[in-house]
Structures are given as C-alpha cells and as structure tokens.
C-alpha cells in the first residue's frame, strides 16, 4: 500500500502489485480550506501522521479515514500571521512522531497522546529532511540553512 497527499489537501490510497501502482479510493477528501498535505509517514499499519501547510499534523486511521487527532504548532512568529509548513514527518519504532518545519524547528510529538513533548531550535531556515536510525536512538535533520544536525537519546 502506499499514500499520496495532494496540494488540495486530498490524500489517496494506492495499491501496489506485480510492480503496478494503481489508485484504490480516497482516504481524506479536500476539506473546505484549502490545507496542502505536504508530508507524509506511517505511524502503524492503521495510522497515518500527515504534515500540513496550515500549522498541523494531523494522525488519521487508515481504516475509514477519521482524524483522530490535530497536532497545532501556532504561527510563524519571526513572519508575522504566516503559516508554519510541516515539511518533514517521520515516526520513531516506539510510535512517537518527529516533524521538521519552515521555521527551522524539530518538534518531538507524544505518540500515544500526540502532545508535544519537546521542540529544538537548530536550523536557520526550513526543515526540509528527517531520518532515523532504526532503532530510533539518533534523528538526523536536514535545512535550507545547508546544515544537518544529529540528535541522540
């Protein structure tokens, strides 16, 4: 299975077999603001965490497409009213959530409780890449600021 996020703010689920990839049904359909999904990662088989372009993540079940939670980062402060855009979103083996954004922060999410438990400042412009080591004790980040940065437990 794979999962695809639209700048309409659609995600769709695909199936892939025998190397084809072919559209199955639409697990979010376009709500009425225009949000674009702009990253994407499964938290389980059931769940996945989407990064926005409105300031959130949001986890939705797989299963029959309900969000079962909103995760707000707030506004752009160094912009103004902007919106944050959540460039980036990984899970970690134990569920918790990691997401990089256009604000140059790594934010580190609860994966149970989807509540923010920490929130780094190390990039000077936007977080574009995250990636994890497997078994999720180092998290390294990439920004438009040409830095990667290393984190570990």
Wanted: glycine content about 10%; some cysteine.
């Amino acid at each position: 299975m794979a999962i695809s996020g639209t700048i309409d703010g659609a995600l769709a689920i695909y199936t892939i077999a025998d190397s084809d990839l072919r559209f199955q049904r639409l697990l979010v359909k376009s709500p009425a603001r225009k949000t674009q999904m702009v990253s994407i990662a499964f938290q389980s088989r059931d769940v996945v965490v989407v990064g926005c372009s409105d300031s959130t993540l949001r986890a939705y079940d797989m299963r029959n497409g309900l969000m079962l939670r909103k995760m707000t980062l707030g506004a752009d402060l160094a912009g103004g009213s902007k919106e944050i855009i959540v460039w980036s979103v990984k899970c970690l083996p134990n569920g918790d959530i990691v997401s990089g954004d256009s604000t140059g922060h790594v934010t580190i999410w609860d994966g149970k409780t989807y509540t923010q438990m920490q929130r780094l400042q190390s990039h000077r412009q936007d977080v574009l890449s995250l990636a994890t080591s497997n078994d999720g004790t180092a998290l390294l980040s990439g920004g438009m600021d040409r830095r990667t940065v290393l984190y570990k437990k």
